[in-house]
């Protein structure tokens, strides 16, 4: 046993530099992201922009408020109309219609793929008989849901809007795409998660690859692939306004219009539809949840 | 409880040619040598019981013999036939079963379903997919798993089934799949002692009743000497002993089981 | 002796089980939303199909002139100042917002409630638009500033880091909690030197997800004319020139993949 004696250690250890971890590279990294991000923003062309904190911004908010209000403006405002909301009443309804379809898509095509994006699934864990083919299938599959996430959905919508002629199912398939990568990464996520000693079981009563697929994954997977589903159609029906701004269907065109022809009053009954639809699917989806368990 | 359903004769096995052998069958695991090179020959209908302290190779033997492992030397032959050659895990199911322990069935489907999986090396895909929604050849399953006494629990979620119940519908499936050499690793030792010599019984009682041969490896020596007829003790990869049960004796067990000496679990 | 579970029959399957209905209700609202679509008239447009050939095709004539890779460049750039800026922003809202919001500051119930709800309640509204509508409005107000890009990817995003902060902030575990409290701490020193550091780690995590996430916005933001890669291909988009569109969407699955690598290179070190 050895003694400690403090007169041993009046002497400083030399000096060390600090362990250069990665996190320490990432947040250093962040740092000088953020400065250089903010001296741009500021800097940007525009004079406007110096004197953004100035009484002359905080005017001109207090003017656009008051034109979506309508105050001073001639007539009444449309959102103290009756036919108006009539008439808006049914892009509020296309706009629901595609979220449910767009959500509808993302799910069958996530259902279809999300096995074939499980590591375990496909590098041999679960199944002993991996071949060259199905790691292959498997880099193929995920990249695909790279691509489709990586591209927003109003870019998705500009280049379908191509193909398809306009209406709901252009910012559907737009919508349903993007979300169709998101859906499936995470669905491929649960599958990695799970416990695998019942698939492994499940294999040796005989059952061939598909086969365990369909009985020992998906049934496993598929509460907490509800819960995801639940989750991006709450995304979906924010961005369907959005997609509507290039694919001609929804709330989303009509406030495009009115932003155009300087229809405040309209943009602010649009506005609250557009609050009423994403309230109505939030309380929609919360309580569907629970029936998933 | 006979075959319960017929099979083309020409993948018809017989439970009387069943033996199971083992020629100078090794498994390394890169330098650690799991299993030393043995020789092993159990009759059809024998059963045997493995022992020994964990990591002394009675698991990886077990997987040897379902085929889940490859032998590193050495062939494992099930009724004849070198598993090794064997092309399609079907067809090895239809010589061995395995329950395990725990955390073999699929927690979200009904025990039934779990049951009638046993099938599902005979079932086509579309089969398969119609059965998850509305279970195909439900008498099987249903007399199955009356068989082992839980019939009353059948549509039961088996995530929601106790132990015993649990390891009940494991043995209902084995008897679905009916395969010739049945294995068993510690399927009892999560249980509580009660329920773990009922599901034991009902575990010898059908390999019997089928004349099928039965493998299992022991955690609890009192129960493995009291329901198989051999038993062979494993330690740090190699055979100890290997002897009726009722010729193994206290000073065996003591140097089977024996801290000094053995290996650490890796 | 058979175990207690046996009964002379075994139960049916119910057929009102919640997940049956959950599934039936699913399919009937997809099958629903597609009866709504216009049948009669073609989905495809004409000359589409050519379209998305010529399109494909230009992939491999891919556009890697100075020029365009000099605005593809800057053109990101901008995205990626414009997504950092509006996190940053986004962060000073959602921190204090969501630690209010989550209640954890007092132990006043009535405090918790107000203030608490209060703040969840404006949380949930920033976060209900869209950040490309809040973009819109901002343009309205203010003009194409590139505050107001910043701005409109900071409100619902400090909705988002502020609601998802509060329920991390929320589900600390309590023990190590207790024990500070027992050494007479308030609850704003125990905010300070249990939750928070127990937190933190799932909350740098999420952030860094978010950010990944604020790329994509930020490429989007530019369609109201404020510049970026979105702004880019629409150009090349109106133009038909294909090629130089693939340059535009490669550039910006490149920054997405790098920062989704990034991140999840960073959260794992984070839980490990």
Redesign the interface.
Known sequence: MTTFDRTQHTQAPAMRWPRI???RF?LLAMLA??V???I??LN?D?A??HS?LSAE?FN??KD?LADLLGVGASGTPAYAQWSEWRSTGHLAY?TL??S??AI?FAAIFALVFFMFGARNMMMGDIA??GSWFWRGVFFFVRGIF??T????E??WA??II????P???PG?VALGLHNAGILGKLSSEIVEGL?Q????????????R??VM???V???A??RF?TYLFYRWEVII??A??VG?VSAGGLGTE?RLS?SYFHFTTITLL?VW??IL??GVDITASY?RR??? | MALLRTREPETLYSAASCSVSLAAVSKQYGVKEAILPLNLSIDAGERVAFLGPSGGGKTTLLRLLSGQLETSTGTVCLCDRDLSTMPTGRQVSQLVGMIHQQFDLIPNLSALQNTLAGQLGEWSLIKSLVSLVWPMNRDIGLSALARVGVEGIAYQRAGSLSGGEQQRVAIARLLVQDPQVILADEPVSSLDPARAGEVLQLLVGIAEEAGKTLIASMHSVELAREHFSRLIGLRNGAVIFDLPSHEVTEDMLHDLYNLQGLRSET | MTSTTSRDSAQKPRLLESRRVLTLILLTAFVWSLLNLDWTTGFIHSGGIDAMGEFAKALFTLDLSGDTLTSAISASWTTVAYAVAGLTLALLIGIPLGAIGSGVLTRSPWLRVTSGGGTRFSLAFFRSIHELVWAWLFVAAIGLSPMAAVLALAIPYGGILGRIYAELLQDVPDAPLRSLRSTGASEWRVFWYGRLPMALPDMLSYTFYRLECGIRSAAIMSFVGLGGLGHEIRISLDDLAYHQVWTYLLFLIGLVVIVDVWSTMVRRRLSE
């Open positions: 971890t990665f996190i990432s992201l953020i250089a991000s903010w741009f923003v940007a525009g406007q922009n953004f911004t001109r908010f656009f296309d219609v595609m449910v379809m509808g002993p008989y790279v691509v996430r990586a591209i927003p109003l870019i500009m280049l191509f193909v398809l002629s209406g709901l199912l559907a416990d000693r019942p698939i492994q079981a499940l294999r040796s009563t005989g059952a061939g598909f086969q369909v009985y020992g998906l049934p496993q598929l509460p509800v924010r961005t306004i959005v701004f406030f932003m506005l557009y609050l994403v309230l569907l029936l998933a368990r």
